[in-house]
């Protein structure tokens, strides 16, 4: 076994890896929106008491995606070795249609994986966002 913390994506907020491989298999913690350096969230405006005031989740989702392509780069695989994606929404139906359209631009056609989904309405999540998904991906014989 043998864990990563990617250098690009935004740094855990708990005490965990970014991902961890196990056999040929590379699980990744939950991966959201925000950025490395302070935690900035794209597609979140917060209100003056720190709520949260509106939500971009397109922009949310192309920075979770951007990520979750950070870690898998950093830990030696690639987009097109995801085999299963699990998807969390605080908003299903303000945000599901908009997310499935996102998500359709990165996992379908053309050469690109069609991994396995389950999406599932959350009440929260740890910081101010409105989407987190967890990614497996298989690295074959890769040391």
């Given at each position: 076994m043998s864990s990563f913390l990617s250098s690009r994506a935004p740094e855990p907020v708990g005490p965990y890896p970014h991902a961890r491989r196990v056999g040929p298999l590379l699980f990744l913690s939950g991966v959201g929106p925000r950025r490395r350096g302070g935690g900035s969230i794209p597609g979140v405006t917060l209100a003056a008491d720190g709520s949260v005031?509106?939500?971009?989740?397109?922009?949310?989702?192309?920075?979770?995606?951007?990520?979750?392509?950070?870690?898998?780069?950093?830990?030696?695989?690639?987009?097109?070795?995801?085999?299963?994606?699990?998807?969390?929404?605080?908003?299903?139906?303000?945000?599901?249609?908009?997310?499935?359209?996102?998500?359709?631009?990165?996992?379908?056609?053309?050469?690109?994986?069609?991994?396995?989904?389950?999406?599932?309405?959350?009440?929260?999540?740890?910081?101010?966002?409105?989407?987190?998904?967890k990614v497996i991906a298989y690295l074959g014989d890769r040391g």
């Open positions: 005031a509106a939500v971009d989740i397109e922009a949310q989702c192309r920075s979770c995606f951007e990520n979750i392509r950070c870690i898998l780069e950093d830990a030696g695989a690639s987009w097109n070795d995801i085999v299963d994606v699990t998807s969390y929404l605080v908003n299903m139906k303000r945000d599901f249609a908009t997310y499935n359209r996102v998500y359709a631009e990165w996992f379908a056609g053309d050469g690109k994986p069609n991994p396995t989904r389950t999406t599932v309405e959350i009440g929260a999540l740890p910081t101010p966002i409105a989407v987190e998904l």
